[in-house]
């Protein structure tokens, strides 16, 4: 049985979840979530309802993603099958495990060995797609209401445990309006994740 993900897209926007389908079904049930308008204030509202509705759920863990990701060459199924195994194993402590972190742009990460599929990082950018643990959702709902932006109040909050793969598996799409300022083109984020592609090398050489 493939895992459910729940992928946030906007209404206006079906070409986006009708290529999630295509690009995601053979590893992936999908189930749309209509997300909130208004910016950086639209994506924190949206991700937050979600939070919210999926914390009341009985499951290990929960999928979120946007709808403009795709995997990158890194991607495949045993990979893929690799982290089903991991996230399914209780004995693994985590908060939450992301696929397209941006990693550099000043953010002074340090990456610790997790495991031999995963490192620890200090802070990200970037929420595209996210394993959520569900005692995450279950403990900090609270916490994460407190502040305006994402950022700081998760993929910047030193005391959860945030694991990414040790290869960059996920992209966004780019070259477009960014959803969030929805003027400034998103093309200059590649310099972000081809940064991210060389700290990620460079800390699996260290090891």
């Given amino acids: 049985m493939k895992p459910i993900a729940y992928c946030i897209n906007l209404d206006d926007r079906p070409k986006n979840i009708d290529r999630i389908y295509k690009d995601w079904s053979n590893y992936l049930d999908i189930k749309r979530v209509s997300a909130t308008t208004g910016g950086v204030n639209g994506c924190r509202l949206s991700h937050l309802k979600l939070f ?116 960059l598996l996920v992209r966004q799409y780019t070259d477009k309006p960014s959803t969030v300022s929805g003027i400034i083109n998103t093309g200059y984020y590649n310099n972000w994740w081809n940064e991210t592609e060389n700290i990620l090398k460079s800390a699996n050489q260290m090891l």
């Fill in 52 to 167: 919210e509705e999926l914390s009341n759920l009985d499951a290990a863990y929960f999928i979120i993603m946007e709808d403009d990701v795709y995997q990158t060459s890194h991607f495949t199924n045993s990979i893929w099958n690799e982290i089903i195994a991991f996230i399914n194993d209780t004995n693994n402590k985590w908060d939450f495990i992301t696929f397209d972190p941006i990693l550099g742009v000043d953010l002074k990460n340090k990456l610790e060995r997790y495991s031999d599929l995963f490192f620890k990082i200090d802070c990200f950018l970037s929420t595209g797609m996210i394993i959520y643990n569900r005692n995450f959702f279950k403990n900090n709902i609270s916490i994460l209401k407190e502040y305006p932006v994402l950022d700081t109040s998760m993929t910047h909050n030193k005391d959860f445990i945030k694991l990414t793969y040790k290869k």
